[in-house]
């Protein structure tokens, strides 16, 4: 489904930490993945069934799905496959604040979201309350929704639910 013309179809945003990976187990869906980015390992939670729900969000709304997380690339090689999802755009949070950059590391990703993303639409799936908190008052953020996150419990059926009806209201 195109969305209006020229301003760019609406992106899906996807944080890996509290939001795909939650920080317990929530139900047997979940298994454990050890994953070991640039040579450091971590036991993470993914459920296979999210890759899945997410194409069928983005498909039906005509959006992009694209990574808002600290992985970055390192999400496609260690995230994407365990969960069915193709390798992805992500928005490049770089690993530490260069000296121009204050604030807590939420405002932080929240800027960078805010560039990234250029004004198109989008929905952001997040756990980290200072990023959710700052997004709005970013000058570059677009039409945006942001389905805040329980870490504990991650990404669930409602949470996709309350994004394809914002999406579904866009394209009207
Ligand atoms: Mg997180």
Redesign the pocket.
Known sequence: MPYRPGMGSPLVLL?????LNPFERPHKGYRRHRCSPDGVTFRLWLDAGHGPALLALAETAGAELAWA?YWCDNANEWIAPRIGLPALPFVPIPRFPGPEEGGTLGAWKARHVARWTERRPFVWF???PDATDRIGAEPGAGEHLLVVVD?LTGLTAEHLDTAAAWLGGLAR
Request: zero cysteines; hydrophobic letters at 20%; a negative charge.
């Open positions: 944080d890996v930490d509290g939001v997380s997040e756990d980290e870490p």
